[in-house]
Antibody, heavy 120, light 108 residues
Framework: QLQLQESGPGLVKPSETLSLTCTVS??????????WGWIRQPPGKGLEWIGN???????YYNPSLKSRVTISVDTSKNQFSLKLNSVSAADTAVYYC????????????WGRGTLVTVSS | SYVLTQPPSVSVAPGKTAMITCGGN??????VHWYQQKPGQAPVLVSY???DRPSGIPERFSGSNSGNTATLIISRVEAGDEADYYC???????????FGGGTKLTVL
């Protein structure tokens, strides 16, 4: 059974870069049927899509974050990663990784999420 | 960009039917997906492609989509259905995922 697990620092200083990794287990990230994505949720607020990546490296980003976001994939490690630079307190959120079905574009699997706090 | 509008809250008595709406411009021409999120947990897909159900989701959950409104319908509501519900589409004009603002379902 495929599972996703987020990992990375829980505390990041303002103006620095937030870096998270999602490890896919129980299946291959190199599937032609899926994309892999990041979603975040500020405390007490709704879901915000950050971006997606295909195993071959093509990406889609939320226009509101595009200038600060990079999503990459490492098929040898079955992982994909998120980098968000120049963070501020507004980037404090639970960050989820997910598997995005590529025909109708829905997240059918989610990681448990990891809280990242931006604070000095 | 495409905007999805959900009511902030819906209340329903146990055993009754809850209807959570998701409004969008001509949303009936889009594929709409729904997620359930309980406190402290990751979202779970409960309906996709307007009205299909993932395995393991009770038949009490169903969906419809027409015109400018998509609806998640929860029949015979139980206390365990209390959660936040989010609708989602893929905006093919600019290739990105859009979530609705979420609806908190309260079981009275």
């Amino acid at each position: 059974q495929l599972q996703l697990q987020e990992s990375g620092p829980g505390l990041v200083k303002p103006s620095e870069t937030l870096s998270l990794t999602c490890t896919v287990s129980g299946g291959s990230i190199s599937s032609s049927s899926y994309y892999w994505g990041w979603i975040r949720q500020p405390p007490g607020k709704g879901l915000e899509w950050i971006g997606n990546i295909y195993y071959r490296g093509s990406t889609y980003y939320n226009p509101s974050l595009k200038s600060r976001v990079t999503i990459s994939v490492d098929t040898s490690k079955n992982q994909f990663s998120l980098k968000l630079n120049s963070v501020s307190a507004a980037d404090t959120a639970v960050y989820y990784c997910g598997r995005l079905e590529g025909d109708y574009w829905y997240f059918d699997l989610w990681g448990r999420g990891t809280l990242v706090t931006v604070s000095s | 960009s495409y905007v999805l509008t959900q009511p902030p809250s819906v209340s329903v008595a146990p055993g009754k039917t809850a209807m959570i709406t998701c409004g969008g411009n001509n949303i009936g021409s889009e594929s709409v997906h729904w997620y359930q999120q309980k406190p402290g947990q990751a979202p779970v897909l409960v309906s996709y492609y307007d009205s299909d159900r993932p395995s393991g989701i009770p038949e009490r959950f169903s969906g419809s989509n027409s015109g400018n409104t998509a609806t998640l319908i929860i029949s015979r509501v139980e206390a365990g259905d209390e959660a936040d519900y989010y609708c989602q589409v893929w905006d093919s004009n600019i290739d990105h995922v859009v979530f609705g603002g979420g609806t908190k379902l309260t079981v009275l």
